[in-house]
């Protein structure tokens, strides 16, 4: 079974770049029956998808967050990673990796998620 496990700084300061590591275990990010997403959730609100990874290594992401974030991996350490640029309180939010089967429109496994608070 997959395991997915995020990391990275749990504060970040207003207008700087949040960094998050998600690093895969018992899979391979390079299957092509896989992809490997980011989604986050801000306190009191519900999941928002932020962008996702296929297998080829090209990425797609939400049109809200598009020109602030980028997806990238490192397929020797079996991670992927997110940067979020110019952050601000309103990305404050436990943020989740995980594990998408994009032939059936479903998330297969979630990484435990990290908090990450913007503050000053």
């Known amino acids: 079974q997959v395991q997915l496990q995020e990391s990275g700084p749990g504060l970040v300061k207003p207008s700087q770049t949040l960094s998050l590591t998600c690093t895969v275990s018992?899979?391979?990010?390079?299957?092509?029956?896989?992809?490997w997403s980011w989604i986050r959730q801000p306190p009191g609100k519900g999941l928002e998808w932020m962008g996702v990874?296929?297998?080829?290594?090209?990425?797609h992401h939400s049109p809200v967050l598009k020109s602030r974030t980028s997806i990238s991996r490192d397929t020797s350490k079996s991670q992927f990673s997110l940067q979020l640029s110019s952050v601000t309180p309103d990305d404050t939010a436990v943020y989740y990796c995980?594990?998408?089967?994009?032939?059936?429109?479903?998330?297969?496994?979630w990484g435990q998620g990290t908090q990450v608070t913007v503050s000053s």
């Open positions: 990874l296929a297998y080829d290594g090209s990425t």
């Open positions: 995980a594990q998408e089967v994009p032939s059936a429109g479903t998330v297969a496994s």
């Open positions: 018992g899979g391979s990010i390079t299957s092509s029956y896989f992809a």
